[in-house]
């Protein structure tokens, strides 16, 4: 008996079960009718590290989150140049270039 079902993750991540054997793979934008297989390892580690390279995320072993998770480098940097501005035509400067950054990013 044939049998197929899907998992669908992140919108790009998918896991599907075929024929009692389980698959996952990465599909976005015009690859989701070709979808990338993945063939390495069945590790937790192995997974989350396929995952996190394919989808853009920063999970750790057991679910948690790492340190880049929800990060953006050019805030990091940001808010280190405000920590020191001591003036505050220093700080008006680190916070046009706040701006800068947010538009970059979408951000509201």
Same mark, same amino acid.
């Given at each position: 008996?044939?049998?197929?079902?899907?998992?669908?993750?992140?919108?790009?991540?998918?896991?599907?079960?075929?024929?009692?054997?389980?698959?996952?793979?990465?599909?976005?934008?015009s690859s989701k009718k070709?979808?990338?297989d993945y063939g390495s390892?069945?590790?937790?580690?192995?997974?989350?590290?396929?995952?996190?390279?394919?989808?853009?995320?920063?999970?750790?072993?057991?679910?948690?989150?790492?340190?880049? *998770?929800?990060?953006?480098?050019?805030l990091d940097e940001l808010?280190?140049?405000?920590?020191?501005?001591?003036?505050?035509?220093?700080?008006?400067?680190?916070?046009?270039?706040?701006?800068?950054?947010?538009? *970059?990013?979408?951000?509201?």
């Amino acid at each position: 008996m044939y049998m197929e079902s899907h998992l669908i993750l992140n919108s790009n991540v998918y896991f599907r079960l075929q024929n009692c054997m389980l698959t996952t793979g990465f599909a976005k934008g015009s690859s989701k009718k070709e979808p990338e297989d993945y063939g390495s390892g069945r590790s937790e580690i192995d997974l989350i590290r396929y995952v996190n390279s394919k989808a853009g995320t920063h999970r750790l072993e057991g679910g948690g989150l790492s340190e880049e *998770a929800g990060r953006v480098a050019g805030l990091d940097e940001l808010a280190k140049k405000l920590a020191v501005a001591e003036t505050d035509a220093e700080k008006g400067y680190v916070y046009e270039e706040l701006q800068q950054v947010l538009k *970059a990013t979408d951000s509201p």
